[in-house]
């Protein structure tokens, strides 16, 4: 997926935000300009091609004070919005640089 199609919707106010997003970023203490910051300067760190209505992937950045995000978007390239799905403070015990999860 490209990154730039989701940070293009951002810049551009075309974001839904899932209610389950919504939930996990208050859970979290996350504000949505951070989220949107985290992806602007962010990378796709996973793909999930198989995701339905559309392919998704996983956005690994990190916040105005560098704490790292990782979020979950979506792209509708029919109306060119992107659909936050999750997002969360990732934990340090499942990822290695925030990047790879750790194998079990």
Known sequence: MDIENIINAIRQGRVRITDHADEEAFDDSLTY?????????????????????????????KNFSGEPI??????????????????????????????KRVKK
């Open 33 to 61: 300009d951070e989220i949107y910051y985290s992806v602007i300067q962010g990378e796709v760190i996973e793909n999930y091609s198989n995701d339905k209505p559309y392919p998704s992937c996983l956005i690994m950045g």
């Open 70 to 99: 990782h979020s979950v978007w979506a792209y509708n390239p029919a109306n060119l919005w992107a659909v936050l799905i999750t997002v969360y403070r990732p934990d340090p015990e499942r990822w290695v640089d925030w990047k």
